[in-house]
């Protein structure tokens, strides 16, 4: 069955330093991956895919199939970086898509000034 | 700039009570979801519809729990009798098929509930 894993529920950092949250995911198909994020008091919201390879708001994302992971980084991070962060993975319906997401648990991200 | 609408925001039931949820997706999206928020367990889908039928309710307890679209622009989430383990935000999610948007889900605002 599909999992996706996000070991920190809890990530807190100081503002410019890089931070990383990290996503697993056990999957034998082929997997698409997503970042979402939710902001205090906002609606949940897509921060980027694997397939789209850009970096909004200075994370980026990169689907390393060796490891099965798809960790979340931004190299120097900011106070308003503070958020939930969501990883979630898609299945390969044989082609159909339905657009059934999975998600992690969940990372509290924090940025201190 | 379309928008998944729920209602209510917030309800504060006791329990035993029957407590209903909805749901209006976005224009034009065929699939919807229902995910329930927690803190120990994050998001977890409790149903999905497609073009209005159900594709996956394993995630919901059946005892309890019921999902339904009647029409496109509404889909319910029903709990009935409540339970104060049902504590938590409700969201409901809809995506659409086809080009850059699909599998991307665009999320309301969620229900927030309290079960007493």
């Known amino acids: 069955a599909q999992r996706v894993t996000q070991p920190e529920k809890l990530l807190s950092v100081f503002k410019g330093a890089p931070v990383e949250l990290k996503c697993n995911y056990s999957?034998?198909?082929?997997?698409?991956l997503f970042w979402y994020v939710q902001y205090s008091r906002q609606r949940l919201q897509l921060l980027l895919r694997?397939?789209s390879r850009e970096s909004i708001k200075g994370f980026t994302a990169d689907l390393n199939k060796g490891e099965t992971s798809f960790h979340l980084k931004k190299p120097f991070a900011q106070e308003e970086d503070s958020a939930m962060y969501y990883c979630?993975?898609?299945?390969?319906?044989?082609?159909?898509?339905?657009?059934?997401?999975?998600f992690g648990q969940g990372t509290i991200l924090t940025v201190h000034p | 700039d379309a928008r998944v609408t729920q209602t209510p925001r917030h309800k504060v039931t006791e329990m035993g009570q029957e407590v209903t949820m909805r749901c209006q997706p976005i224009?034009?999206?065929?699939?919807v979801f229902w995910y329930r928020q927690t803190m120990m367990q994050g998001l977890e889908l409790l149903a999905y519809?497609?073009?209005?039928?159900?594709?996956?309710d394993s995630g919901m307890p059946k005892d309890r729990f019921s999902a339904e679209m009647p029409d496109a622009t509404l889909a319910t989430l029903k709990i009935q009798p409540s339970e104060p383990r049902d504590s938590a935000v409700y969201f409901c999610?809809?995506?659409?098929?086809?080009?850059?948007?699909?599998?991307?889900?665009?999320f309301g605002a969620g229900s927030r509930l309290t079960v007493l």
């Open positions: 999610a809809s995506s659409g098929t086809g080009g850059s948007g699909a599998n991307v889900l665009t």
């Open positions: 999957y034998s198909g082929s997997p698409e």
């Open positions: 694997h397939i």
């Open positions: 979630a993975l898609k299945l390969d319906a044989g082609g159909t898509s339905y657009g059934k997401l999975t």
């Open positions: 224009l034009g999206h065929n699939t």
């Open positions: 519809f497609r073009n209005r039928a159900p594709l996956d």
